[in-house]
């Protein structure tokens, strides 16, 4: 499957936080991705405001590092080949690993 990195990050997600900020809120947390590599880069989402936006302000409650070539492998099923990518040390997480758990329902908002 392949994913546009940019058009999801700057474009899908944050439209998907502003049609539902209630759902959004329900998630809660500060969101830090890291995604490196080429059509990489980093955004930052605030979901208990909520609002989205690229680069890194700092103040993150879990940060979730990626490789860009990892990535569609993560968005293809993020229950099973999250933790296929976890355990094999290409998905990182920093801070609060309960809200990484929660990953997956951000995607789906």
């Keep these: 499957m392949a ?3 940019q058009k999801l990050f700057n474009e899908e997600v944050p439209e998907k936080i502003a049609k539902n900020p209630a759902g959004a809120k329900a998630i809660g947390g500060k969101y830090q991705f890291i ?3 080429d059509g990489g880069g980093e ?8 609002k989205a ?3 890194n302000p700092g103040g993150a409650d879990v940060t ?3 490789a860009a070539a990892d990535f569609p492998k993560l968005m293809e099923n993020p229950q ?3 933790m296929q990518l976890y355990f094999a040390g290409k998905l990182k997480f920093e801070g ?3 809200l990484a ?3 997956n329902k951000l995607f789906e908002l």
């Excluded at 955004?43 to 909520?50: G, H, K, V």
């Design 3 to 5: 994913v546009d990195i």
């Design 35 to 37: 995604v490196s590599g």
């Design 43 to 50: 955004w930052f989402f605030d979901l208990t405001a909520p």
């Design 53 to 55: 936006e690229a680069g």
């Design 64 to 66: 979730i590092k990626i």
């Design 80 to 82: 099973a080949n999250g």
């Design 96 to 98: 609060n690993q309960m």
């Design 101 to 103: 758990m929660k990953l």
